[in-house]
């Protein structure tokens, strides 16, 4: 539904092309169990130039871009609060902002792209470094939607029509693709997908691989070249029920995921199947690996400050990263690996390097990332943050 309500609701949710971004959106505006409307900014680019010029094109003051804008639902009465993840939504967001004279409320999952200062608030998951501030909170997982029992039922038929034809147990790889983080190895790939294999033969299984659409074809007929007869569903957009995925997330024996995912990762460990992280090498350029260590050696001074006592100057360093920051210098980085740190101390899954093919590893229930999350308590900030701007204009 793109409406949850049958009226005008004073809450925006800004969907893109990204499906892990959507998830997060989804998944607070549920908790936040207040009517909201959902508006849909999807197009496919190439890059992110091309995404940068789209977002100006929309956001111009030109007829063609008023129409465009009217078909999407960006026109008023402007929201209360508007909820948004990446860099597309983000740009409309402020927009949005402006437009409504300032009232409207920014909640953004993830990356600060403008000055962490000109969010109202920014909902850190583990792999975005950001700094402690007041209108910033620090997740140790990202937020996951509440399935529903509606969920359940649809899921149990879906698994009924989508019967794997292999034998189990399933020794599942879940593909994804490309990322600025990290070489995706075939060298690495290929290893994990022996000990599959491995696996299987000692066991009476299959290996079964599942890919993403950012799965190149170089990767998956890597992985194929080391195993035997191997069941591969490759992704095409279709139906879920010609899809798969949760038959293998809910009925494998154990789960291998490759690292640039956020959301495939939080799926396995989700489903309560054994889950190992495939853990490529990092790929970081000059620019991008000066920048990560810039910003530890920042972090550590301006704790090892706080820790003697020096309150004034581990502020002006904080300010001063603040501006590297808002000037595009020294951005706060992403990294991945924090992610996987998390899910590994919360025994959420393993590194792949720890699988031992020799026994089939215990399966656990099912985990509720909801409440481990802590989308709960981001919902709590953002109905205080919808509260005030409502009796701020009825002042």
Request: aromatic share 8%; hydrophobic share 40%.
């Amino acid at each position: 539904m793109d409406t949850l309500a049958t009226f005008h609701p004073d809450i925006w949710v800004l969907l893109t092309h990204a499906s892990g971004d959507n998830d997060q959106c989804l998944a607070l505006a549920e908790a936040l169990d207040r009517p909201a409307a959902i508006k849909r900014l999807d197009w496919h680019v190439a890059d992110a130039a091309e995404d940068r010029a789209a977002v100006r094109a929309l956001l111009a003051d030109t007829e063609d871009a008023r129409s465009r804008r009217g078909e999407l639902g960006l026109h008023g009465p402007w929201p209360r609060l508007v909820v948004c993840c990446g860099r597309r939504a983000g740009r409309v967001a402020f927009w949005i902002k402006q437009q409504s004279g300032g009232y409207t409320k920014i909640v953004s999952i993830g990356r600060a792209r403008q000055p962490v200062e000109s969010y109202d608030l920014v909902v850190a998951p583990p792999q975005f470094a950001l700094p402690a501030r007041a209108n910033v909170i620090k997740l140790s997982l990202p937020m996951v939607r509440r399935r529903s029992a509606n969920d359940d039922h649809v899921l149990a038929g879906a698994r009924r029509s989508n019967i794997v034809p292999v034998p189990k147990p399933w020794f599942t790889i879940l593909l994804g693709g490309d990322t600025t983080q990290f070489e995706a190895s075939e060298s690495v790939l290929m290893e994990v997908a022996l000990h599959a294999q491995m696996a299987a033969d000692r066991h009476g299984g299959s290996v079964v691989i599942s890919t993403s659409r950012r799965t190149p074809p170089s990767l998956l007929a890597a992985v194929e070249s080391v195993l035997y007869r191997p069941h591969v569903y490759r992704w095409s957009g279709a139906a879920a029920n010609d899809n798969p995925y949760d038959t293998l997330l809910s009925e494998s024996a154990a789960l291998f995921v490759t690292p640039d995912s956020a959301s495939m990762i939080l799926d396995a460990c989700a489903s309560g199947t054994p889950t190992y992280v495939i853990e490529y090498p990092e790929r970081l350029d000059l620019r991008r690996r000066w920048r990560r260590r810039l910003f530890g050696y920042f972090r550590r001074a301006v704790e090892s400050l706080d820790k003697w006592g020096l309150r004034r100057i581990s502020e002006r360093l904080d300010d001063a990263q603040d501006w590297l920051h808002d000037h595009g210098v020294l951005r706060y980085p992403r990294d991945l690996r924090r992610l996987h740190t998390s899910v590994y101390q919360q025994n959420l899954a393993r590194p792949a390097a720890l699988f031992d093919p020799s026994t089939l590893p215990p399966r656990k229930p099912a985990n509720d990332l909801t409440e481990i999350s802590g989308v709960r308590e981001v919902a709590a900030r953002c109905r205080a943050l919808y509260d005030w701007a409502l009796r701020r204009a009825a002042e």
